[in-house]
């Protein structure tokens, strides 16, 4: 895992983390947490091969402030979940012969007989992270390079207009039940890929799939008819990584989004998932940042792997799973059926009757808009909609709001009947939560550092609450009710204004990196939003 702004958010948060650290010299009982204690170890992968699971481990050296530094992976083995034995040094990310040494998150499967290494490197030609296969004809390795060259490079995976480089990481493998292997990764956006027999080789065209705050970390595994897709989730909204996952009839999808299965992870923003069945029980991996080695606290940097069982509910969804010392050093304890409630930022369910209904009705991730709107604030939405903004604190000391909103003209008069937003990801919206949409007319004025709210247009009863669930990121488009005649006139400023309770993140309006939009600018707590890049834009269209 990596982030570019990791060090600015970190700064941030971590104060707020207070947790006892394990030390190498604390007691075991076997099947505690952290499993490892000698040694840092980060985003596990494992693989059940033969009555014995193998774990595979990055190993975070990073020390003081060094935020991440991996140069090789380790493996581990067990044959009861409780004890684990160091198998060696599976590979190092300078193995491969471009490489670039440093490392990140990887899995191995086995295929007729073979074991194939997919991981993470940064690649020596450009400096940009690359996936990379390796193999071997046991599960310990070594492995060795299967290409000599990198299977994804950034190029295969551009992102236009997106300041993410690092889009190419922490792949996750999977064989079918008729054979066919795929391989998924992704930071910010994610990929699905099918192989060729030879495993070394992708076959067809490169898809991306679509759902709610994702981030990074994918792994694909699969229980009875359903798939399961797991992965860290809301790190690109400011927040603490979570892990969240989705379910589907097929790899290919369609993905439905099912929530949040455990919450952010103890001394580091990342966590990692994996989840195997052994034995016929499941099992989840992750990591935390718990353990002392020495004079090196846990931190961002290092981290050790943690398991927890886990349970599935009569309808196939995953129990929510709590992170614990004990792990596995207690019998399963199946809870009763139980699925987690959809919760707000702060922890209060969500639940309320709305005015509004958002619906995404035209794709997800759209390249343009639909139909043809009269006003847009950018001809390319997918390529200008860079940052997520909500009612909660954003990175780079950006606080928290109870507005968001994005002044602009238009140059023809019409009647608005319907608003899209390019938009998404979130908890939904609620009886805690609620998101309120105005819009103001402000004349012939136009506001620079701020502005005080005009008439509002949709009436003197106030704002329409608006109904939302959690979907990716795509154009939410809201219809106007048939009572609502909203007259824009030519040359007029206006404010689309949206209002939330501050520090909940209902769902996100994606914004500009830079100015895009030459007669406005986006707003939030009714302040000008500036950053390194100046003034920004939010993205949405209008339509008459």
């Known amino acids: 895992m990596k982030r570019l702004n990791a060090i600015v958010f970190v700064s941030v948060l971590l104060p707020q983390i207070i947790s006892a650290q394990v030390t190498n010299e604390t007691p075991r009982i076997p099947g505690e947490n952290p499993i490892i204690r000698n040694v840092f ?23 003081g402030d060094e935020m991440f530094n991996i140069p090789e992976w380790l493996v581990y083995s067990s044959a009861d979940m409780l004890n684990w034995e160091y198998r060696g040094v599976a590979m190092r990310g300078a193995d491969f012969s471009w490489g670039g040494g440093n490392s990140w998150a990887s899995q191995v499967i086995e295929k007729d007989g073979k074991f194939w290494f997919y991981t993470t490197t940064n690649h020596a030609g450009n400096g940009k992270d690359a996936i990379g296969i390796a193999f071997s004809n046991t599960p310990v390795g070594p492995f060795v390079d299967a290409r000599g060259a ?47 027999p030879n495993m070394t080789e992708i076959d067809g065209e490169i898809e991306e799939i679509y759902l709610p705050n994702f981030t990074e970390g994918p792994w694909i595994h699969k229980r009875k008819d359903l798939y399961y897709l797991t992965y860290a989730c809301f790190a690109h909204q400011a927040m603490w990584e979570k892990i969240c996952y989705a379910t589907a009839p097929s790899v290919e999808g369609p993905w439905e989004y099912q929530g949040i299965i455990t919450d952010r992870t103890e001394g580091s923003f990342t966590i990692h998932p994996a989840i195997i069945e052994f034995k016929n029980q499941w099992y989840f991996f992750y990591h935390t940042a718990k353990l002392t080695i020495g004079a090196e606290s846990g931190a961002i940097g290092r981290r050790a792997v943690a398991i927890e069982y886990l349970y599935y509910n009569n309808d196939g969804t995953i129990k929510p799973v709590t ?9 399963p304890n199946k809870p009763a059926t139980y699925k987690a409630p959809v919760f707000n930022l702060n922890g209060k369910l969500t639940s309320e009757q709305s005015d509004l209904t958002i619906t995404q009705s035209h794709g997800i991730a759209a390249k343009e808009w639909a139909c043809s709107p009269i006003f847009t604030t950018t001809d390319k939405p997918y390529q200008n909609a860079i940052y997520s903004e909500s009612f909660n604190g954003q990175e780079n000391g950006r606080q928290n709001a109870e507005t968001i909103g994005q002044s602009f003209k238009v140059d023809t008069d019409f009647t608005l009947n319907k608003i899209s937003l390019y938009a998404g990801d979130g908890f939904g919206t609620g009886k805690h939560n609620p998101v309120e949409l105005a819009l103001f007319d402000l004349g012939k004025v136009s506001p620079d550092s701020t502005y005080s709210p005009g008439k509002n247009l949709l009436g003197s009863g106030g704002a329409f609450k608006i109904n939302y669930t959690p979907q990716a990121l795509g154009l939410l488009e809201i219809e106007l009710p048939d009572d609502i005649k909203i007259e824009l006139k030519s040359g007029n400023t206006y404010i689309l204004e949206l209002k939330g309770v501050r520090e909940t993140a209902p769902f996100f309006w994606r914004r500009s990196r830079g100015d895009i939009y030459t007669w406005g600018s986006a707003f939030k707590d009714r302040k000008l939003i500036t950053d390194n890049f100046g003034t920004s834009d939010f993205i949405f269209g209008l339509y008459k």
């Open 41 to 63: 170890t980060a985003d596990p992968a494992a693989l059940v091969y033969q009555d014995t699971v193998f774990l595979y481990v990055g190993h975070d050296v990073a020390s």
């Open 150 to 196: 990198a299977l994804v490079v950034d190029s295969m995976t551009p992102t236009p207009g997106d300041p993410y480089d690092w889009d190419d990481i922490d792949p996750t493998a999977f064989v079918d039940d008729d054979g066919t292997t795929w391989v998924s990764w992704g930071n910010l956006h994610l990929y699905l890929a099918k192989m060729k």
């Open 323 to 331: 992170k614990t010392m004990k792990g596995l050093s207690i019998l």
